[in-house]
């Protein structure tokens, strides 16, 4: 057996109903199914389907008791650290993607750039933000990061 792929991430939203319009309005998620866990003080859950309709993020609300990777943030400002440094979809357009988010209440943290990545270079175009709820969001335009695959004269080469 072996992995067949990230079913999902899990957030835990300080604005529910917030959080969920931002990834179905913003990001073009839908909810796939909803429902509440009393024995685990959970009131809202939604599990999120992107547009891939493969990847999921699961919303909770933010009293729900689940166990979590690293601290919560004491202020908007404060960064935590843990296992989970952010989360990042590919897009067409990083640049159209960043403005819609900004637009819909997201704060800007990287604005939309090429970045030449390891040697031989890789090229990713990406922005990243905060999103309403405070994930940190990248944003990249597709780009092949299996190196493997092109040819022997990369042999070992990784981007970073």
């Known amino acids: 057996m072996s992995i067949q792929g990230l079913a999902h991430v899990a957030i835990q939203a300080k604005d529910y109903q917030a959080t969920i319009a931002f990834y ?9 199914h909803h429902w509440s866990l009393p024995s685990f003080q959970i009131k809202e859950a939604s599990m999120l389907i ?14 729900a008791v689940i166990p979590a990777q690293g601290k919560r943030a004491h202020s908007d400002d404060e960064v935590t650290h843990g296992a989970l440094l952010h989360l990042a979809f590919y897009v067409q357009d990083v640049e159209d993607m960043y403005q819609k988010a900004l637009a819909y209440g997201a704060k800007p943290f990287i ?50």
Do not use: M, W, Y
Request: glycine fraction near 8%; charged fraction near 25%.
């Open 24 to 32: 179905t309005e913003v990001l073009g998620f839908k909810i796939g």
């Open 111 to 160: 604005e939309p750039a090429s970045l030449s990545l390891g040697e031989p270079p890789l090229v990713v175009r990406n922005a990243l933000i905060h999103s309403p709820n405070g994930e940190v969001i990248e944003f990249i335009e597709d780009v092949d990061f299996d190196v493997s695959s092109r040819g022997s004269e990369n042999h070992g080469n990784k981007a970073f």
């Open 50 to 63: 992107s547009p891939d309709q493969r990847t999921c993020i699961e919303v909770f609300d933010n009293d």
